[in-house]
């Protein structure tokens, strides 16, 4: 296995950071990183804006929801699904853009955004820095439009934290390779029984590492997903223009 896969597979989300700044140099390979990330249509519908202010980050830290390690942190990355951009490059042409007002952009532009942030968090891990990909951003989205200046036609769709790690995080489990990889067609049969496993290996994992209250993953999935997870994202999707009715 190279080194490449071998820092994929050991992936994890750290959430303790050391008070240590990242050299320029470290943080500019791994924003060049996720610059060169392909972009359906080449659209490059994606822009980040990088927080370094102590009080940008608190502020961020509390409209995530209250997120510890996003304040300690010493970089924190909105990744933005930007079709700001591409409405201006458009007019170049004297055509208007109505693309944003589908669900489609939505969706294709989140896969872009998703992309680049996939290939920081690699980069970032490659260099010895920790990361926590942060959906909180999502709980209040329009402070985080106001706080961070975007324009019309913008979504922040998720954060990264950046930091050195001080306590590093236990591998998680995974459910069984089973439920992920599916040869030629997908398998339903004996799913129940894979998730009766991971339930009872997630359960042995919060025991193995002292974490009291840690959950089978079935009620963690439920806990979240019985409710609509962040239901400001729509209003916020509409009042940037985006449109999800076609
Ligand atoms: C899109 C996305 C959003 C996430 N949002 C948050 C978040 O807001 N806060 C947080 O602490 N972790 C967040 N996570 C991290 C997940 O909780 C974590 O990946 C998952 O529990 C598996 O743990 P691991 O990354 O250590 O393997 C997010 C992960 C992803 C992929």
């Known amino acids: 296995m190279n080194s490449t896969i071998e820092t994929l597979i050991n992936h994890r989300s750290d959430r303790s950071f050391l008070d240590k700044a990242i050299p320029d140099d470290v943080l500019d390979s791994i924003i060049q990183a996720a610059y060169r990330a392909p972009t359906s249509i080449h659209s490059q519908q994606v822009s980040l804006v990088i927080t370094r202010d102590k009080a940008t980050k608190a502020k961020l830290a509390e409209l995530a929801g209250g997120q510890p390690w996003i304040a300690q942190a010493p970089v924190f990355i909105t990744f933005v699904l930007d079709m700001y951009k591409t409405a201006e490059g458009m007019k170049l042409t004297g055509e208007t853009q109505i693309a944003h007002e589908s669900i489609e952009s939505v969706v294709s532009g989140s896969i872009d955004v998703g992309i680049a942030?996939?290939?920081a968090?690699?980069?970032a891990r490659?260099?010895?820095l920790g990361v926590v990909p942060i959906g909180g951003i999502r709980r209040d989205p329009l402070e985080v439009i106001k706080l961070l200046n975007l324009p019309e036609m913008t979504m922040p769709i998720n954060g990264l934290t950046l930091g050195y790690v001080?306590?590093?995080?236990?591998?998680?489990?995974?459910?069984?390779l089973a439920t992920f990889r599916?040869?030629?067609?997908y398998r339903t049969e004996g799913l129940n029984t894979l998730i009766v496993q991971h339930n009872d290996e997630l359960t042995q994992h919060w025991k193995n590492i002292d974490r009291n209250g840690g959950e089978s993953w079935s009620n963690t999935v439920a806990n979240y997903y019985k409710n609509i997870y962040f239901p400001n994202v729509l209003p916020a999707l509409k009042k940037q223009g985006f449109g999800t009715e076609k």
């Open 182 to 185: 599916h040869e030629e067609a």
């Open 121 to 123: 968090m690699a980069a």
């Open 166 to 176: 001080d306590e590093p995080a236990a591998l998680k489990p995974r459910l069984p």
């Open 117 to 119: 942030l996939g290939t």
């Open 126 to 128: 490659s260099a010895g």
